[in-house]
């Protein structure tokens, strides 16, 4: 069975730095790097936003306006791991992040999500 796990959120003070993670179990090391990979969030009351995409290779990466400059997604293949490395945050951020597989061969498959939390 294919799943997506987030991991490494938590309450941060605003200028801080979290690192999340998404591992993926079920996909073969083959299949998972053939999987491009987007992380979205969603704040409390508004609609899950799309903040960075990951194509197969690790090589092309996309950011929301938002998080640009300030957050860096990753994938470790062999590992079939997704990361976002977020700096310098900011209360706005506060969400729950979300990490979405984009099956080639079947339907999105997403995280079950983990909280961010920026205040001081």
């Known amino acids: 069975q294919v799943q997506l796990v987030e991991s490494g959120g938590e309450l941060v003070q605003p200028g801080g730095s979290l690192r999340l993670s998404c591992a993926a179990s079920g996909f073969t090391v083959t299949s998972y790097a053939r999987t491009p990979m987007s992380w979205y969030r969603q704040a409390p009351g508004k609609e899950r936003v799309l903040i960075a995409h990951i194509g197969t290779a690790g090589d092309a990466t996309n950011y929301a306006d938002s998080v640009k400059g300030r957050f860096t997604i990753s994938r470790h293949n062999a590992e079939k791991t997704l990361y976002l490395q977020m700096n310098s945050l900011k209360p706005e951020d506060t969400a729950v992040y979300y990490c979405?597989?984009?099956?080639?061969?079947?339907?999105?498959?997403w995280g079950q999500g983990t909280q961010v939390t920026v205040s001081s």
């Open positions: 979405k597989a984009h099956v080639v061969t079947g339907p999105d498959l």
